[in-house]
């Protein structure tokens, strides 16, 4: 389940486990070349452990404000369109005092 790898995908590249989750949205990548989809949640009430990366998985982990994250959205900096789409709808759900 899509769950399911998002928790394993969490603790993997970032240490960290998460208690409460929602899912936040789902889109088509592209609806007219690709049957890609995705699933983007909100991972609350967090603990931090070890990462746990799979062999020859290389990361960088870099911890930043939101509103860093938005801001760079907003100036083209983030460009992926699952994390750009992410980004957007958690800032408006926060600006609406809905998370």
Do not use: C
Request: proline share 5%; glycine share 6%; hydrophobic share 40%.
């Amino acid at each position: 389940p899509p769950l399911d790898s998002a928790k394993r995908e969490l603790l993997e590249e970032l240490g960290i486990k998460a208690n409460d989750w929602n899912e936040l949205l789902q889109m088509h990548l592209s609806n007219s070349v690709s049957d890609e989809f995705g699933l983007i949640y909100i991972a609350k009430d967090l603990s931090f452990h070890e990462p746990e990366p799979e062999d020859g998985e290389v990361l960088q982990i870099k911890k930043l404000p939101l509103n860093e994250v938005f801001n760079m959205v907003m100036r083209g900096e983030i460009t992926d369109s699952l994390t750009v789409a992410g980004i957007l709808k958690t800032h408006l759900l926060i600006e609406q005092g809905q998370l």
